[in-house]
Structures are given as C-alpha cells and as structure tokens.
C-alpha cells in the first residue's frame, strides 16, 4: 500500500518558488525579505494554516507583483476566507501605488466621535479639522476621509464618509458574512472605503489597476487567484451578478446540517464553484456555536 501523499507546505512552497518572488518584486525589496514577511504574517495568522497552501503562496506571489508587503505593516493582507487565503491591499498600500507614480498624491484620516469639523463640497471642495483629537480606539470613529491631488490640478478630490455609511456599503458588497475582513481590520476597512472613490479620479498605473481590481473581487468573494495567474497577471474574477446567484441558498441556511444539506444536492460543477463559500459559512455556525 501505498503511502497517503502529504501536501506541501507553505513554507516549503515559499521556499521553492522563491526565485519567482524575486523576479516579480520591485528593485526597492528583496526576496529574502519578502519570504521573511509572509512567513511572520503566515504564523502570526492562525487560520491561514488551514488554508490551502497554495492559495497563501498565490497571494504572496501578487503582493510581490505590486511590490507590497503584507502583514503588519498594512499595505496588504493575507486574508482567510475558509480553506483559502485571499489578497487584500490596505489603504497604505494604495496610499504607496499611487504615491509612485509621481502623478497625483493621495492621503486618508479619521473624525472621531464629537471631532468638530468643516466639509464643504462643489467647485471648492475643503475639508478643514482643526479640532485635534488624542483618540486612537477604532470603534469610536465617526467619519473617514480621503483627499487626492493630481499634479498642476486646481482643486482636490475629497471623500467624506460615515460610519453608518461605510457599514451600509460593506453590508452591500459583503458576501462572507462575519468572516470579512473589516470586522477584524475596521480603522483599514474604513479608511479604504472613501479612498476608493478619490482613486477613481487619479490618474492610474497598471499596479493601481490591478490592486483595485483584486481588491473589488475580495470583496465580493470573486478572488479565488491562482500561483499561474498571480505570476502572469491574467487573473480575471468571477463577474459580480453569479456571484450573488451562486450564493443565495447557502446564504440562506440557518445550521450546519441545513448548510451540508443544501451543499451536498449540488452537481459537482457547482460544488466546485460554491467550495469556498460553504466553507466559510460553516466556520461561522462553528464560531457561532
């Protein structure tokens, strides 16, 4: 008999494809550093452990691309989504995207509860604080911010959000329930969002598309990135409307055992398409119990 096949490691596969890394990373990093970074964020997240290795090593790999490097330091993420591990830029890595390009600057804040203020929209837009506050607790913001500058422009691009309505747009788009990533990353979360918007007005690189791109499809469960495509830069994701097709009666499940049922009616095609989300919708009712 023959002997069960082990999978590969992370830090195995890191290891073996690290010449890989070295030729996607900018002149700026080195691949002994970047392997250095991935594995601290890798040990430091528990659950990534439990993802499928090569789906961490394909987030890697597309961090590596756009010369951000995850974990603490915020300009990206290795999220876990269930058995796979999901790519997501901060807000400083958009931030350092944009800022490279040497065309337009950009910046993000935070208002904080009874923060005053004065925000004023239109041809003119303005956004002053001069009430300066020592709050740092993320669960007291009350209104985040972005400001963008394209160079030898007149006036700048100002977002300014709500709390209320960065929750109403995550609650929108959000189809892994309390798995996403905001509710363990809410100051990130927050500052992203209006971010986003002022974004749409700057002129973008081909890694400030691609970022954008990646990060819409985190957000709708629609990543699913592979080593080839991280690599190549073809990934493509999954178009928005099947996904809230897809989804509906797993979504719908109020146990596990309605979850496993619905789940196992499936074809395997749709088994296949539908892995990820069930996943994660199980290690809810699991954290929920």
Known sequence: MN??????????????????????????????RMCRIALTAFR???????????????????A????????LNGRCYLIPYGNTCTFVPGWKGLVELVNRSGRASVWTGVIYQGQ???????????????????????????????VGRVKGADQPVIELWSKEKIEKHRDKYNKVGKQHYSYKHWEMYARKVPLLQVLKYLPATPELEA????????????????????????FVPIPAEEIVNEHEGLKAAKSIKELAEIFNKLDADEKKR?????EVRHAEFVEAS
Request: charged residues 20%.
């Open 274 to 278: 539908h892995k990820t989300f069930y």
């Open 64 to 71: 590596a691309q756009l010369g951000l490097e995850p974990g």
């Open 116 to 146: 005053k203020f004065d925000y004023q929209q239109g041809d003119s837009p303005k956004l002053s604080i001069p009430d300066i506050s020592n709050e740092d607790n993320p669960e007291l913001i009350a209104y985040t911010y972005a």
């Open 44 to 62: 430091t997240t528990p659950k990534l452990g439990e993802c499928d290795p090569m789906s961490v090593l394909a987030a890697v790999i597309q």
């Open 3 to 32: 002997a069960p096949e082990q999978k590969t490691s992370f830090p195995a596969l890191l290891e073996a494809h690290k010449r890989q890394i070295a030729l996607a990373l900018p002149k700026h990093l080195s691949a002994d």
């Open 211 to 234: 970022a954008l791109i990646l990060n819409d499809a985190a957000e709708m469960n629609a990543q699913h990135l592979t080593i080839k495509d991280a690599i190549e830069g073809t």
